[in-house]
């Protein structure tokens, strides 16, 4: 057996002659054991809410998002469509024309924006489950429809029991000026009966009114070739990074293709600036925790002179002995980081399993408990973490061994 790690195994066990160095010690491991702890369900939380936000805009945003780097609009037939349809994983291709509108209902008004859809969108939609009231309808053979998100549905005062109430999209109009005559002069509109309301996300809910694409055209006066992009959806077991590179290549230079991630590219680094802020406010008091794992060490050795002294005339150099407690500090650190890991992983287990902490809003959340999912590149790097913290924790009292002895 290693000489320093048996010596620094039996100070750990050993009853000391200071009843307050064993205190002490294991104050350093509970508070190692709480800081590791907190890591863990702190991170796994974080993902969790992570993996929900994806979640949702997933039913939402497509898979991939084709626009044009120069401009708005772009006529569609200038893409390689049919080879796009034809790659492995892409179950639609779907044309939009989309454009911020004043939206008028009865005597309510509220700004919105309008994305139309073409025909096959609606046709096994994600958005079909997040269907809260009416049907997933845009456009059937005579008329176009609208599904509008449960915000704005609640600032128009929608009831989608009243079939006579349409409600009124207004555009500037592309070839007119804006002047003091009447607004029919420099706005065009159009009526669109509204057929159901979807419920994703706040943001979304409060943000989009759906309709047929045929419709955002006749009010943009476009072509009927004409699109502000062109989204792509993918079947689940796509690689998407693979499809991305292959789309990019037949589209060429003058497009951008995006995934959902780079659609919401603002959002998703938010999340992870919010994470690293929160890892990093959690290792601090780490940091702070382990001061008593320091002092601990300091009180072993003044505690051990004695022994120090036997050690050295029995051959033994400061470089052996600085290895005790350094092991020693480790083992502290390393036990403290093990039971940490272990506890922090059935807390999260049992918040996954029975939900034991709920979300406090009334119901207004789409999950009822917190929602948690651990990830094994997480639990590596606390471990290395608090290695490292520990490392030098367990380094800075050895300095004290060649002091005594010199005294």
């Known amino acids: ?107 309510r008004q509220f700004l919105a924006q309008v994305k139309g859809f073409s025909e096959n969108y609606q046709y096994h939609s994600p958005i079909d489950s997040a269907i809260i009231d009416g049907d997933l309808l845009l456009q059937d053979s005579i008329y ?3 599904v509008l998100g449960a915000g704005v549905a609640y600032n128009l005062g929608l009831n989608l029991l009243d079939f006579e109430k349409a409600v009124l999209v207004y555009l500037p109009k592309r070839l007119g000026t804006l002047g003091v005559g ?12 509204p057929a159901g309301v979807f419920s994703i996300q706040a943001e979304i ?25 062109i989204e792509i959806w993918l079947s689940q077991n796509a690689n998407p990074g693979s499809v991305q590179k292959e789309v990019e290549q037949l589209c060429g230079p003058d497009f951008e293709v995006k995934n959902r991630f780079q659609q919401n590219e603002i959002l998703y680094k938010t999340m992870k600036a ?51 407690f350094l092991i020693e500090g480790l083992l502290v650190s390393l036990s403290g980081a093990m039971f940490g890991l272990i506890l922090g992983f059935l807390i999260c287990w049992l918040q996954q399993t029975f939900g034991l902490i709920p979300l406090q809003g009334n119901g207004t959340f789409v999950m009822k408990y917190y929602p948690v999912k651990m990830e094994l590149l997480d639990f590596i790097l606390i471990f290395v973490t608090v290695f490292a913290i520990g490392s030098v924790a367990a380094w800075l009292p050895t300095r004290l061994v060649g002091i005594l002895r010199k005294k």
């Not at 809910?205 to 992009?229: G, N």
């Not at 601090?284 to 060490?297: E, K, P, Q, R, W």
């Open 144 to 146: 176009d429809y609208a």
């Open 274 to 324: 919010e994470k690293l802020t929160i890892f990093l406010i959690l290792i601090f008091i780490l940091i702070v925790a382990t001061f008593n794992m320091i002092g601990s060490l300091y009180v072993l050795i003044l505690d051990k002179r004695k022994d120090i002294g036997i050690l050295n005339s029995l051959g033994a150099g400061d470089t052996l002995i600085r290895k005790v």
């Open 205 to 229: 809910d409060s943000k989009y009114m759906l309709v047929p694409v045929r419709f955002m055209r006749e009010l943009l006066e476009m072509d009927s070739t004409q699109v502000t992009a």
């Open 1 to 107: 057996m290693n000489f320093p790690f048996f010596i620094a195994k039996r100070y750990i066990v050993a009853k000391k002659s200071h009843n307050i160095i064993n205190i002490i010690s294991l104050i350093s491991v509970i508070g190692v054991m709480v800081g590791t702890m907190a890591l863990v369900v702190t991170l796994s939380v974080f993902n969790g809410f992570e993996q929900v936000v994806i979640s949702l805009f997933s039913n939402f945003d497509a898979s991939l998002k084709i626009t044009p780097k120069e401009g708005k609009v772009f006529d569609a037939t200038g893409l390689p469509s049919e080879k796009i349809k034809q790659l492995e994983g892409v179950v639609k291709y779907v044309e939009i024309v989309e454009e911020n509108a004043l939206l008028r209902y009865n005597d």
């Open 182 to 193: 009447l607004p029919d002069d420099s706005f065009i509109s159009l009526p669109i009966r």
